[in-house]
């Protein structure tokens, strides 16, 4: 089972368009991250949310905009991308964002932009 | 800054080998350190972790013991099987910070 569900699994998305990546969580926790991975790279932290309020953002582009609307969900919203915005985008969720604990991790969203 | 380093790969093995990934780290302060796995086309799961010096985190026959005098943490298993065959991340986070360093994984491929 994946406790950590995103949606869609797969987006194309030209460089005009306006879409939206979505994570939900039901394991409690209060942290959710955004992650970017490029192919054969590590996780890049994008922004992280610690009780439904913006912790960190890692100087990430105002194209990507995240929303977090309840402690279950989180929302990256995405417009005027770049083809090099291309890459895996993975929410993780944790008890807290103290990273001592685990962060359990979605099976991605998997975005091209043409 | 933090920062992991692992060595590199891609390491092939036949099933039933013995495995090491090494890792090493460099932190201020008392890190906590991970192994993360990856398989195809998944996300990240956590293999084990240890939040202190001496420390040995185990799973699924996989074993790394956080070493603070050589600041390391690398990864073994006795005997490999196909299944896990995936991409490897070891992983810092620092006392009272919120992320997670990874190293630059360590793709496993082990053959029948």
């Known amino acids: 089972d994946t406790e950590v569900t995103q949606t869609p699994k797969h987006l194309v998305m030209g460089m005009t368009n306006k879409k939206s990546l979505k994570c939900e969580q039901h394991l409690g926790h209060n942290a959710m991250y955004w992650y970017k991975q490029k192919a054969k790279k590590p996780p890049e932290l994008m922004f992280v949310?610690?009780?439904?309020?913006?912790?960190i953002n890692e100087s990430v582009p105002s194209r990507f905009s995240p929303e977090c609307p309840n402690s279950s969900l989180l929302n990256l919203h995405l417009h005027a991308l770049q083809p090099e915005d291309s890459a895996l985008y993975l929410c993780?969720?944790?008890?807290?964002?103290?990273?001592?604990?685990?962060?359990?991790f979605g099976p991605g969203t998997r975005l091209t932009v043409t | 800054g933090d920062s992991v380093t692992q060595m590199e790969g891609p390491v092939t093995l036949s099933e039933e080998a013995f495995l090491t990934i090494n890792c090493t780290y460099t932190?201020?302060?008392?890190?906590?350190l991970f192994w993360y796995v990856q398989y195809p086309g998944e996300g990240l799961q956590l293999l084990l972790k240890a939040t202190k010096a001496d420390d040995k985190g185990s799973n699924k026959g996989f074993e790394a013991t956080y070493r603070k005098e050589t600041t390391s943490f690398h990864l073994e298993k006795g005997s490999v099987q196909v299944s896990d065959s995936a991409v490897y991340f070891c992983a810092l986070s620092e006392q009272g910070a919120q992320k997670l360093v990874f190293g630059q994984g360590t793709r496993l491929t082990i053959n029948p």
């Open positions: 949310y610690s009780y439904e309020k913006l912790s």
């Open positions: 993780a969720s944790s008890p807290t964002s103290d990273p001592s604990y685990e962060q359990y």
């Open positions: 932190a201020t302060g008392y890190p906590s």
